[in-house]
């Protein structure tokens, strides 16, 4: 859909005023939008090396898989006190998203092999944009998504490095 | 009379003892936040040196200091792997680093630049238990910690 960010919005907004009047609430997170959540020790542990990425990104399976292999976490040592590893692991859990089925039955590790990120993230993003110096890694949510530290991916906060032009983002 | 006065008088030390006992546990509850708060207390980077310095002594009877010159050497270089301090922490300590998988912009290292640094020791042994064996496959010795701190010291 190519309509300018300005409609979309209405649009977004019009199909949020009739989701609170009819009560269908899942309908109202389906889309792309990313509600924030707080959590202490999660915010500060995980926030350390990378954005604390949102629970909801990946299903508990995932997160379990990730939390029982800190000490080698995508090549760093990321080992976290025993109660820090079960707070933060509860709330993953508590907070995560749909499961997603793989082949080989093995739950996806990386949020950005997801067919969400990737149905987000393959659109209209200029070529390249990753690879860059100051983005580095599709992990690096801050580079675009400026407030993703607050857990904010809006397209307000969306902009995309000097030297390229933001996309008209697509939220079908 | 005289049976009912005593069940009163029961009723009445227990809820005595119950009374004692909640402000005793009270006291212990209000002793363990002390000495936890007292386990994360804000130190200086002076306080760590020192304790580096305690423990360097332990460790070879022939310690005769730090050297921030060795410090610096060692933040700079990779150790065997694919990382060095500088690889993430900036080759100049007093600017933000970069991690060097993820991307995301870190703080300066340098206390002079970043006066939150070195002030927590749930947190300096934390990173140093991570980042050694990420950056040497081994902890780290006291000498190594209070070289590269003595040079962290010197970085304006």
Known sequence: ?172 | MSRYAGACFGAHAIVLNHFRLEIAMRLVVVATLIIAAAGVRAETPADFQARFSAQAKQENPAFTGFSADQGQRWYARTQGREWSCASCHARNPAATGQHAATGKLLAPLAPAANPERFTRSDKVEKWFKRNCNDVLGRPCTAQEKGDVLAYLLTVR
């Open chain 1, 1 to 172: 859909m190519n309509l300018p960010c300005s409609i979309r919005r209405w649009m977004a907004a019009a199909a949020g005023l009739g989701a609170l009047l009819v009560p269908v609430a899942g309908a109202v997170y389906a889309d792309s939008s990313i509600r924030p959540l707080d959590h202490p020790v999660w915010r500060q542990e995980c926030g350390a090396c990378h954005v604390a990425y949102p629970p909801q990104l990946l299903p508990a399976p995932s997160w379990q898989a990730i939390m029982s292999g800190l000490d080698r976490h995508f090549g760093a040592d990321a080992r976290l006190d025993s109660q820090a590893q079960a707070d933060i692991l509860r709330f993953l859990e508590l907070n995560a998203g749909r499961d997603e089925t793989r082949a080989g039955g093995k739950p996806p590790l990386r949020i950005t092999e997801t067919r969400w990120f990737i149905h987000e993230h393959t659109e209209e993003l200029p070529a390249g944009v990753w690879k860059r110096p100051d983005v580095k890694s599709p992990a690096n949510c801050a580079a675009c998504h400026t407030a993703a530290d607050r857990g904010d991916y809006s397209e307000r906060t969306l902009h995309l490095p000097k030297g390229f032009s933001t996309p008209s983002h697509s939220k079908d």
